[in-house]
């Protein structure tokens, strides 16, 4: 998301010809776009995604958890023995 943000900024200054950006080639201000699709194509490729995705998810279904305890009175983490 960095990538695409800093590209969006290079590419309005350019389009809006602000110093120093007007002067670079567009290769250059058009890089970070080329850097993001690569990003997004590790993160997908090596499973970070996918992880990520998951890690959200459970990390939502727990704090659900906890608020149903919570709510029936019960104390969230403790076992009965």
């Known amino acids: 998301m960095l990538f695409l943000g800093l590209g969006i900024i290079l ?3 350019k389009y809006l010809e ?3 950006v007007v002067t ?3 290769w250059l201000v058009l890089s970070p776009f080329g ?3 690569a990003w997004w194509a590790w993160a ?3 499973g970070y995604t996918k992880r990520k995705a998951v890690e959200k998810e459970m990390a939502k279904k727990q704090a659900r958890i906890d608020k149903n305890k919570q ?3 019960m104390q969230a983490g403790r076992r009965k023995r």
């Open 18 to 20: 602000m110093s120093p």
């Open 35 to 37: 850097l993001a699709m």
């Open 44 to 46: 997908d490729w090596s």
């Open 11 to 13: 590419l309005a200054m």
């Open 24 to 26: 670079w080639p567009w």
């Open 71 to 73: 709510s029936l009175g």
